[in-house]
């Protein structure tokens, strides 16, 4: 179990990672600034940054928290540390430095958060940054076959026709959850490092009896792999090594043996795809790591899915099924 923090005066923390963000961590920082919603703190998180874009932080931001990990310790770990210094909020709000808040954002995201009924946790809607007028995603979506992608990225602002709704998992660069609930799954699995950590939370979440809404009108610009890189070998090896790991994990028992044959067929495509682009020693590094790591998966399978106070059926209405999903991913 995670500690428990003490009282800060505040309703929300603001949760940023940081490393190696350069200005990009001071144009996110300077967006909070301009909030029509003022009942939250910030806590940067800096993962042992050399860029010098955490010198001075809060000096230039005021009421601005400086939390220093000692080193490059990941985007899992990282957050988790950031909610051991939150304080006893009702709410974690967690934002990648490279992601850019409208001014009502945070107003339109706890406002929607207060009012639902049913829901616990929030994705909101992401525009690409360096090209706003096409979106970076309006939620994750999670494939019965252990496939998650970015639903709408790429689409252009307008076309898409999403309204307020359940999703399964939202991106992590712009999230907000319940603080009492990411204490009772433990928070991200620091294994993970980065990447799929996300959808193992929100899968965890959703076995407990969580459920996730898309909040339309609560809207962010967001670089997208803008520190990592899209399609990096870094990106590569942890996604593919996380995949296998959260499908493992988490997948409840008639699923996960029904789903079985899938997930490997989609391993062996994933090898195939990276191999055509140039990165099957990067892919076939991620998957053996992912089948190293099994031991210890399997003993945090048999804890979570001990836990579990859902029906399987609901975990699987709230996933993508079938191959046309896969095929008209997005």
């Not at 963000?21 to 806590?43: K, N, P, S, W, Y």
């Not at 019965?144 to 992608?149: I, L």
């Not at 099957?280 to 998966?297: C, E, T």
Request: hydrophobic share 45%; aromatic share 10%.
């Amino acid at each position: 179990m995670m500690e428990q923090p003490t009282r800060n005066g505040h309703a929300v923390a603001v949760i940023i990672v940081n490393y190696n963000a350069g200005v990009m961590l001071e144009r996110c920082l300077a967006a909070l600034a301009r909030q029509t919603f003022f009942d939250f703190h910030v806590i940067v998180v800096d993962n042992g940054s050399t860029d010098g874009s955490a010198d001075g932080i809060e000096s230039r931001h005021p009421g601005v928290s400086l939390v220093q990990a000692g080193g490059n310790i990941g985007f899992a770990a990282g957050n988790n540390l950031g909610l051991r210094h939150a304080g006893d909020v009702e709410w974690i709000v967690l934002l990648n430095p490279d992601a850019y808040a409208a001014p009502d954002w945070l107003e339109r995201f706890i406002g929607t958060a207060e009012t639902s009924s049913g829901f616990d946790f929030f994705g909101c809607r992401m525009r690409l940054a360096d090209s706003p007028e096409f979106l970076d995603g309006t939620g994750d979506i999670y494939h019965v076959s252990g496939v998650a992608w970015r639903r709408d990225h790429g689409v252009p602002v307008g076309r898409e026709v999403r309204t307020a709704g359940e999703i399964f998992a939202p991106c992590a660069a712009a999230a907000l959850y319940r603080r009492e609930d990411l204490v009772a799954v433990g928070g991200f699995d620091e294994s993970y490092f980065c990447y799929f950590e996300d959808i193992d939370l929100a899968f965890r979440l959703r076995l407990h009896g969580k459920r996730c809404a898309y909040v339309p009108d609560a809207v962010v610009d967001h670089v997208s792999s803008g520190i990592t890189g899209k399609r990096s070998d870094f990106a590569t090896y942890h996604g593919h090594r996380n995949m296998v790991w959260t499908y493992v994990k988490n997948m409840p028992a008639i699923l996960f043996w029904l789903y079985l044959p899938l997930h490997l067929c989609a391993n062996l495509l994933a090898v195939l795809t990276c191999a055509a682009r140039g990165q099957l020693g990067v892919v076939l590094r991620a998957k053996r790591d992912a089948l190293r790591g099994l031991p210890r998966i399997l003993r945090e399978r048999s804890r979570v899915q001990a836990a579990v106070s859902v029906d399987w059926r609901d975990i699987r209405d709230a996933m993508a099924r079938g191959f046309q999903a896969l095929w008209n991913r997005s």
